[in-house]
């Protein structure tokens, strides 16, 4: 995987771990006042590298070559990521303790949570770190954030919110915890509690980690692992949730000045067909006024399961028009890649 400029917003650094300038004057664990074994409790995180196809329907967004970290769960190889990592991708691998690479496997990407999980064969020579409490996570804990490449790459974060996340492409969460300062490989990160047990994996970069302070922290936001729990033994078995899935439209949707604008609409999406346009406004949805990505995306999963029509009312060029959108569950527009 040579010649790539940037992978997922990281600047790859090859299968070794590199150490990042940008942690040269982060705050650092004590390794001394943890009452776990840090360096074993940060072997377990492992670099992961992935290729999707070029004609992947996140390639447009994502990029082919992807980048970051995984977390060894189980002494079976199973490993924890962020699902972007590998999703559609039909070529993974990750690290070894002794500096190998490994072939893995997609097992399941779920949409809702974002959760990636893969399985190797192979043996990485670490020891898998144990799945803790996200719910017992609270504002101004201090943890850790642990990247590949160990007690280097490994900065000591301050919890600075734990509050529902809605990101611009149709995913909403809850209990999402955000953390400052930023680790610079945040995707895939693990984020580590007191105990040394696994609370969080590292989805993004943001610029307001704080709630309610007008003067915005950059920090990352982490997916809690409680959000797994429920759903892993069926993810496990056949590679995603049972329940039916959400119905998908395609838009991609940021609030500004108090409005929710459609900034882009996907190509491959039932929006663009039903005449969706980037630029357009939502108003309400099935005639009930939404004021917030949370409420909208409530709005469009509250009228069943993919395949059902959404109504929207959207304002575009001073005027307000209404199209109905004919969901699709977005998964099979996916390449599938997984095992099961």
């Not at 192979?122 to 017992?136: F, I, N, R, T």
């Not at 940021?254 to 406004?281: C, F, K, M, W, Y």
Request: aromatic share 6%; glycine share 10%.
């Amino acid at each position: 995987m040579t010649g790539v400029d940037r992978a997922n917003g990281h600047k790859p650094a090859g299968i070794s771990p590199l150490h990042h300038p940008a942690l040269a004057d982060a705050p650092r664990p004590d390794a001394d006042k943890l009452d776990y074994d840090l360096n074993e409790a940060l072997s377990a995180v492992v670099p992961l590298q992935a290729r999707a196809p070029e004609d992947a329907f996140s390639a447009s967004y994502l990029g082919t070559e992807r980048e970051g970290n995984a977390v060894l769960i189980s002494e079976d190889g199973l490993l924890l990521t962020i699902g972007y990592l590998i999703n559609e991708c039909d070529f993974i691998t990750v690290g070894t303790h002794i500096g190998g690479v490994a072939q893995a496997h997609l097992v399941a990407y779920d949409y809702e949570t974002g959760f990636g999980l893969l399985r190797t064969h192979d043996d990485l020579g670490v020891k898998p770190l144990e799945l803790g409490y996200s719910s017992a996570v609270r504002e101004g804990d201090l943890l850790t954030v642990g990247a590949h490449g160990g007690a280097a790459q490994a900065l000591a974060a301050t919890v600075s919110s734990v509050r529902e996340f809605a990101g611009y492409w149709e995913y909403l969460i809850s209990s999402a915890i955000f953390t400052e300062p930023p680790h610079p490989v945040w995707s895939g990160a693990a984020l580590i509690d007191s105990e040394g047990k696994l609370v969080g994996i590292g989805s993004l970069f943001v610029q307001d980690a704080e709630e309610e302070n007008t003067d915005k922290q950059p920090g990352n936001m982490f997916v809690p692992v409680d959000l797994l729990k429920p759903i892993f033994e069926t993810l496990i078995e056949k590679g995603r949730t049972e329940h039916p899935p959400r119905p998908w439209l395609g838009i991609y949707t940021v609030e500004t000045l108090g409005h929710l604008l459609i900034t882009s609409v996907s190509e491959r999406g039932p929006a663009v067909q039903a005449g969706v346009e980037p630029g357009d406004i939502v108003l309400a949805v099935n005639g009930q006024e939404v004021k917030s990505l949370a409420s909208l995306y409530r709005e469009i999963w509250h009228s069943g399961e993919a395949g059902v029509p959404v109504d929207l009312a959207l304002l575009r060029d001073q005027r307000m028009i209404e199209v109905s959108v004919f969901t699709v569950d977005r998964a099979k527009i996916m390449r599938r890649s997984a095992s099961h």
